[in-house]
T-cell receptor, first 115, second 115 residues
Framework: GAGVSQTPSNKVTEKGKYVELRCDPI?????LYWYRQSLGQGPEFLIY????????DSGLPNDRFFAVRPEGSVSTLKIQRTERGDSAVYLC?????????????FGPGTRLTVL | AQSVSQHNHHVILSEAASLELGCNYS??????LFWYVQYPGQHLQLLLK??????LVKGIKGFEAEFIKSKFSFNLRKPSVQWSDTAEYFC?????????????FGKGTKLSVKP
């Protein structure tokens, strides 16, 4: 079946601009996660959705970052007033059940470059 | 705060050599443990996971890992590596149960296998 998909695969923007990154989870997965992976680091948690609601947004670095999942499937990560330090690969993952014995399935990521 | 430590940043081996990648975590409660692999140009894929039961778990492609609770460790092993094992390996931890479920990753270990 289809895996997690993310668009765009690459995004180059200028400092100060607004960007949106999209994630399509595996059909039927209720849990959706966003992570950020900087060069030389492992993925770092940003936000987790259970259904339509953000169950845990403790990983968002500041209020320039926001994410939505209005219908409980597709999610959009929004970054306002981008900074060079936001450059990273943004990963999305989904899972059928956040607390059960199930792993998270990752998408290919969106590489964001802020010039 | 919870953390995951991977001891080696870059490991270089010749084909047929044995592999052991170290992973230690800092969390006193019950955890789920994972090893993910990222092959060049591909997205993160699950290699193996531990939830409960036998602390020696077997994954895909001949990999195995041993959970040693007293040492807070979950080391990855393979008796004989192949060139196709060249990839970056990430250890990850998730607190068992609860409503969160986000993964905490180590910084990764890059494995280069020389043919």
């Amino acid at each position: 079946g289809a895996g997690v998909s993310q668009t765009p695969s690459n995004k180059v923007t200028e400092k100060g601009k607004y960007v949106e990154l999209r994630c399509d989870p595996i059909s039927g997965h209720t849990a959706l996660y966003w992570y950020r992976q900087s060069l030389g680091q492992g993925p770092e948690f940003l936000i987790y959705f259970q259904g339509t609601g953000a169950a845990d947004d403790s990983g968002l670095p500041n209020d320039r970052f926001f994410a939505v999942r209005p219908e409980g499937s597709v999610s959009t990560l929004k970054i306002q007033r981008t900074e060079r330090g936001d450059s990273a690969v943004y990963l999305c993952a989904s899972s059928p059940n956040p607390a059960g014995d199930i792993e998270q399935f990752f998408g290919p990521g969106t590489r964001l470059t802020v010039l | 705060a919870q953390s995951v430590s991977q001891h080696n940043h870059h490991v270089i081996l010749s084909e047929a050599a044995s592999l052991e990648l170290g992973c230690n975590y800092s969390y006193g409660g019950t955890v789920n443990l994972f090893w993910y692999v990222q092959y060049p140009g591909q997205h993160l894929q699950l290699l193996l996971k531990y939830f409960s039961g036998d602390p020696l778990v077997k994954g895909i492609k001949g990999f195995e890992a041993e959970f040693i609770k007293s040492k807070f460790s979950f080391n990855l092993r393979k008796p004989s590596v192949q060139w196709s094992d060249t990839a970056e390996y990430f250890c990850a931890v998730k607190k068992y149960g609860g409503s969160q479920g986000n993964l905490i990753f180590g910084k990764g270990t890059k494995l280069s296998v020389k043919p």
